[in-house]
């Protein structure tokens, strides 16, 4: 069953910085757009970039704008995401998700999900 595994999450104060990673178990996630989501607890699960094949990335949350980048590695099969800056509202679980098509902001567009990974960002 191909879905991506993310790893990176943990632990930060504020203003650190972690880098999330996204690998395309059984896929090339260069054939696909890849994005990163998160749900907060009370919210419903948002994007926040998207990297397509070949094309620019897209940002969806205009409050990460300036301290997170989506980035990619084919070579490596991986997506990153690195978060520079947290802040307590940044703290969610990160999902990477796939889908064969171009970038989306809807959870509900992309056919493939990891099992996400915790980000907590506290003093």
């Known amino acids: 069953q191909w879905q991506p595994v993310e790893s990176g999450g943990g632990l930060v104060q504020p203003g650190g910085s972690l880098r999330l990673s996204c690998a395309g178990s059984?896929?090339?996630?260069?054939?696909?757009?890849v994005a990163w989501f998160r749900h907060a607890p009370g919210n419903e699960r948002k994007g926040v970039s998207c990297?397509?094949?070949?094309?620019?990335?897209?940002n969806y949350a205009e409050s990460v704008e300036g301290r997170f980048t989506i980035s990619t590695d084919s070579a490596k099969n991986m997506v990153y995401l690195q978060m520079n800056n947290l802040q307590p509202d940044d703290t969610a679980v990160y999902y990477c998700a796939a889908r064969t098509t171009w970038c989306a902001s809807s959870a509900s567009d992309y056919h493939w999900w990891g099992q996400g990974t915790q980000v907590t960002v506290s003093p």
């Open positions: 990297i397509p094949p070949g094309g620019r990335t897209i």
């Open positions: 059984g896929f090339a996630l260069g054939d696909r757009s």
